[in-house]
């Protein structure tokens, strides 16, 4: 057990006295939290927007496959830039400014988007929100957790999740909405119709810059984490946050050099909470939720539906999303992360394994459907939330910044490469291999849980004292 001397940890109430804020308002950290999660409504409606647009530019275009590849691609890509900067960026100069960086590069995206004269300018503004989605994609979950209660945090941190899927929601909804104007308006000339009729793809991504500019300006009105802050020395401000929006107390370290900050990385115990983290956050995407949200709609197809009842599937997949992230958010802090994960865990494997089998013996479409929305729905309650909670928890505050982008850089580097390798493995190993690839990609996660610690109701300098318990 560590005595302390290397690290000292002092209590809040040490400093603070009895200031009456053990009962904390959860209308403020509430509040609060929405804000942040706005942060992953943008990252889901910018992954499921350019579903719609890719044959739109492909055609306009006169694509290739490579080019083609490269629309859909360079979004990934600036998403790997925006989390090997932030780390730093967040660390150095606080949540708040950086996401507020976040939300101008979304901005600048859709509006480029909406705008651009040609292919090339395309695939830079892409880039430039890629590098948004994944800042926000940090972020938000890590502010959440920082200003929120311990009781809570799992449920709140879980609405990163859910904003995520009413992003993709509302994504697919919007789509549909322009590209249903657009046949109605065909014909007109004018400005409006341009965008949103003859050239609709400029329209659909465009329409993320509604919401950009309300998370920007919304940001504004949000407080710098006051963990953060004491992290570098600003104790008189992170009080003031702390009274005025009732948030979280804590149990809050001294002021580190940047020299004691890396000396972190060098401990037994971090090092095991980053690579178990890098670990379970590539497991989440090997584990084929992409393969469904990506190519979905051809799987399916492949599986016997006709066009339409395809796009219908792909529609009750966004749905059924959604809906079972909620028995997340309402169980998490209950029942806890790694029992949540570990139950949803075995019937994502039972699920794809059933999948597999479906196609192997060429079974009713339905069939198909039924176990491939079974495979979403455990996902959602576990892998999906669970990751961004635990990701969120598990490094010390003068670090987390750092260590957190390790861990979803990993998940980035790990979602390009499914993306990229799906229709490959479609071809030479078969449907019904590539679902059986899936399940054996998920027995790892009951390894790495073996790992990490329960998080459920301990404070954040609870789980960093647990990790340098380790040394």
């Given amino acids: 057990m560590s005595d302390?001397?290397?690290?000292?940890?002092?209590?809040w109430n040490d400093f603070y006295g009895s200031v009456a804020f053990k009962k904390l308002n959860n209308r403020h950290v509430f509040r609060l939290a929405c804000i942040a999660s706005l942060g992953g409504f943008l990252f889901g409606f910018d992954t499921a927007v350019i579903s719609g647009t890719t044959d739109l530019v492909k055609g306009q275009f006169e694509l290739g496959d490579l080019l083609q590849g490269w629309y859909v691609s360079s979004g990934l890509v600036g998403c790997v830039l925006g989390v090997v900067g932030v780390g730093f960026l967040s660390d150095k100069f606080g949540r708040k400014r950086s996401l507020l960086l976040s939300a101008t590069l979304f901005s600048l995206s859709a509006m480029g988007c909406t705008v651009a004269i040609g292919f090339m300018d395309l695939v830079v503004y892409r880039f430039i929100g890629g590098i948004g989605v994944g800042v926000a994609?940090?972020?938000?979950?890590?502010?959440?957790?920082?200003?929120?209660?311990?009781?809570?945090?799992?449920?709140?941190?879980s609405l990163y999740q859910l904003a995520i899927t009413i992003g993709i929601l509302v994504a697919f909804l919007t789509n549909a909405l322009i590209q249903g104007y657009a046949l109605k308006a065909a014909g007109s000339q004018d400005y409006f119709n341009f965008i949103f009729g003859t050239e609709q793809w400029r329209g659909m991504l465009g329409a993320e810059t509604v919401p950009a500019l309300l998370f920007f300006l919304l940001l504004l009105s949000i407080p710098e984490s006051p963990r953060w802050l004491w992290s570098r020395g600003k104790k008189a401000e992170a009080r003031r946050i702390i009274e005025q929006y009732q948030v979280q107390d804590f149990d809050s370290d001294e002021k580190r050099?940047?020299?004691?900050?890396?000396?972190?990385?060098?401990?037994?115990g971090?090092?095991?909470?980053?690579?178990?983290?890098?670990?379970?956050?590539?497991?989440?995407?090997?584990?084929?939720?992409?393969?469904?949200?990506?190519?979905?709609?051809?799987?399916?197809?492949?599986?016997?539906?006709?066009?339409?009842?395809?796009?219908?599937?792909?529609a009750l997949v966004g749905t059924i999303n959604f809906a079972f992230t909620f028995i997340a958010i309402f169980t998490i802090?209950?029942?806890g992360r790694k029992k949540l994960l570990l139950v949803g865990v075995t019937i994502i494997i039972v699920s794809l394994l059933l999948v597999g089998y479906m196609f192997y013996i060429d079974s009713s479409t339905k069939l198909k459907l039924l176990f491939i929305l079974t495979f979403v729905a455990s996902f959602a309650f576990s892998y999906g939330p669970v990751i961004w909670v635990l990701l969120s928890e598990l490094f010390p505050t003068s670090i987390r910044g750092r260590a957190m982008s390790?861990?979803?850089?990993?998940?980035?580097?790990?979602?390009?490469?499914?993306?990229?390798?799906?229709?490959?493995?479609?071809?030479?190993?078969?449907?019904?291999?590539?679902?059986?690839?899936?399940a054996l990609f998920c027995i790892p996660t009951y390894i790495v849980m073996r790992y990490l610690p329960e998080t459920k109701g301990k404070t954040l300098e609870e789980i960093e004292n647990h990790w340098l318990s380790k040394d």
Avoid at 303 to 311: R, T
Wanted: aromatic share 12%; proline share 3%; net charge positive.
């Fill in 333 to 335: 802090d209950k029942i």
């Fill in 137 to 157: 994609s940090m972020l938000s979950p890590m502010y959440i957790a920082e200003i929120a209660p311990q009781q809570a945090r799992g449920k709140l941190t």
């Fill in 406 to 438: 390790i861990a979803v850089l990993s998940l980035w580097v790990a979602n390009t490469a499914v993306g990229q390798f799906v229709p490959w493995l479609r071809t030479n190993i078969s449907e019904s291999g590539i679902f059986w690839l899936f």
């Fill in 257 to 268: 050099s940047d020299k004691a900050s890396i000396n972190y990385f060098k401990t037994k």
């Fill in 270 to 314: 971090i090092k095991t909470a980053i690579i178990a983290g890098a670990v379970l956050a590539i497991l989440t995407q090997t584990s084929g939720i992409n393969a469904i949200m990506y190519y979905g709609n051809s799987i399916l197809q492949e599986g016997g539906a006709d066009s339409q009842s395809a796009f219908y599937g792909q």
């Fill in 4 to 11: 302390g001397s290397r690290f000292p940890v002092r209590k």
